[in-house]
């Protein structure tokens, strides 16, 4: 048997700080871009349901198809519908709703419990527990950063990594974007990445004789290393140093997920540019510069090569949880804001873009935007927001005053989010999770592990075709209990 989702393959990862508990059902595989699945089909609008064993159904929205081996409770079926029916009357739907999960509630594993359950159709919150209340969300927090980056920039969107010329030598510089994902040889962690090896080969093209040294400009960001942060991290793999340019997001071997990071990612791409040229390193641009005064550069680059769309490595980021990603893609949308590109920039340009789509953050706390600093807080509300307008409905046309119907804006803007999702028991970071329960293969959602805390916050189609959202916070509670307590009670939801 097998499913249809958008992941690429079912390796689990994590977000962790110091003192976390790691998951024992962590793995290890190789990540290779031959690893990563089949591809099929192509862009769908709108949301899809694919049934699967017992009526229930996995939500996706098909920016990429990719199949995979599915947890044996899923089976598919070929022809997916465009529209989730719910055979229950709003009544019955809240009762049921209210009924699992005041059970669920009780369940002392959750801990201080920040929860919330709505009905995507219409918004309607149908079961709710400290769900305005702000906690810290961990890795949930990564839902508000790719909502506002799709938002602000759209779903296109790729930055770009050039090189332009010292006047009158064969010296160039590497001018970093702020893009975290290229790869070495075009062989690296992330799906559709550019590779130092295609820019030496652009370069060589414009100066065939050959390069005399590489210069680094970093300059771009300003700041590499939040203050809440844990050194340990590099050594743990679940961070680097949020630098202008970065091969495979600091990771030193690019075919292992949870492999250590580099101190200096920036350097190591300049290094790695220089010996694909055959050129000496040149080290730090500023430093080069002579008696203060910076070095003069031809005003055409040299060459540039540009990321996967922005669709393509939000869904890495959410399905690995890659930290360094989600911090570099909040810093595009700092730029794109006309905001410095720190981590206050972007926690505020998350914060702005949100609002002005009408998504407020009131009592919110971003200090960060991966969700990695123990300083956030955000509320189950925030969440469920943003959740219930990517999976909306079409608006009628008494609502668009037009005839005919469309989709809201913001819906049409965030439906991938909802393609960037884990499938529990099949992808990312849900791959290991909801094995033998109703929720596998149905259930999608964004995990968040830090120490006692942990989140999970998706959605979910019902046996009886209702598309429901939610968003469970866990503070103060044990890693591996929080976590079966919250997959309980989305298996729990998916058999209404």
């Not at 064993?53 to 089976?75: F, L, T």
């Not at 219409?122 to 890795?139: E, F, H, I």
């Not at 130092?196 to 960001?221: H, M, Q, T």
């Not at 964004?446 to 866990?474: D, E, M, R, W």
């Amino acid at each position: 048997m097998f499913v249809i989702v958008s992941s690429a393959d079912s390796e689990s990862s994590k977000t962790t700080a110091k003192g976390t508990q790691k998951s024992p059902s962590s793995v290890e595989s190789d990540k290779s871009k031959n690893s990563r699945g089949l591809k099929i089909g192509g862009a769908i609008a709108g949301v899809l349901v694919i049934a699967a064993g017992g009526g229930a159904a996995v939500v996706i929205n098909d920016n990429r198809q990719i199949v995979v081996d599915a947890p044996p409770a899923v089976s598919h079926v070929p022809a997916p519908v465009t529209t989730a029916q719910s055979s229950l009357d709003d009544d019955t739907l809240t009762q049921k709703v209210s009924a699992i999960m005041d059970s669920a509630a009780d369940d002392s594993a959750f801990g201080e419990l920040h929860g919330i359950v709505s009905d995507a159709t219409t918004g309607q919150r149908l079961w709710g527990k400290n769900d305005t209340a702000v906690a810290v969300p961990a890795s949930s927090m990564k839902i508000l950063t790719s909502a506002a980056a799709l938002l602000d920039l759209g779903e296109d969107h790729r930055v770009s990594t050039r090189v332009s010329r010292i006047t009158g030598t064969n010296d160039i510089v590497l001018h970093g974007g702020g893009d975290p994902t290229l790869s070495k040889d075009g062989e690296g962690f992330f799906q559709d990445s550019a590779s130092i090896a295609n820019l030496a080969e652009k370069i060589s093209v414009v100066i065939p004789e050959g390069v005399g040294k590489v210069y680094l400009d970093n300059s771009l960001f300003t700041e590499s290393f939040h203050e809440a942060w844990e050194r340990e991290g590099l050594e743990d793999g679940y961070i680097a140093p949020v630098e202008s340019v970065m091969m495979d997001a600091g990771r030193i071997d690019p075919t292992n997920e949870e492999s250590r990071r580099s101190a200096t990612p920036a350097a190591d791409a300049a290094d790695a540019l220089a010996k694909a040229l055959g050129a000496e390193n040149g080290g730090s641009l500023r430093d080069a510069a002579k008696d203060g005064q910076p070095l003069p550069l031809d005003p055409d680059p040299v060459a540039l090569v540009q990321s996967a769309p922005l669709v393509t490595r939000l869904h890495e980021m959410m399905i690995y949880s890659d930290n360094v990603l989600a911090e570099s893609i909040a810093r595009e949308v700092a730029i794109s804001r006309g905001l410095p590109p720190t981590f206050d920039g972007a926690a505020r340009a998350v914060r702005d873009t949100l609002a002005e789509h009408g998504f407020p953050l009131d009592g919110a706390v971003l200090s960060d935007s991966s969700g990695l600093s123990t300083d956030n807080r955000i509320s189950p509300q925030h969440l469920s927001e943003v959740l219930n307008s990517a999976a909306g409905p079409v608006e009628s046309a008494e609502q668009v005053g037009v005839a005919g119907s469309r989709e809201s804006s913001e819906s049409t803007s965030l439906r991938p989010l909802l393609d960037s999702l884990p499938v529990a028991a099949v992808s990312g970071t849900l791959a290991t999770r909801f094995a033998g329960q109703s929720g596998a293969g149905i259930v999608r959602a964004k995990t968040g592990t830090l120490n006692k805390a942990s989140a999970l916050a998706g959605y979910v189609v019902t046996k009886s075709g209702q598309v429901l959202t939610f968003a469970l916070i866990s503070n103060e509670a044990s890693l591996l209990p929080a976590r079966a307590a919250a997959d309980k009670a989305a298996s729990a939801l998916a058999e209404i």
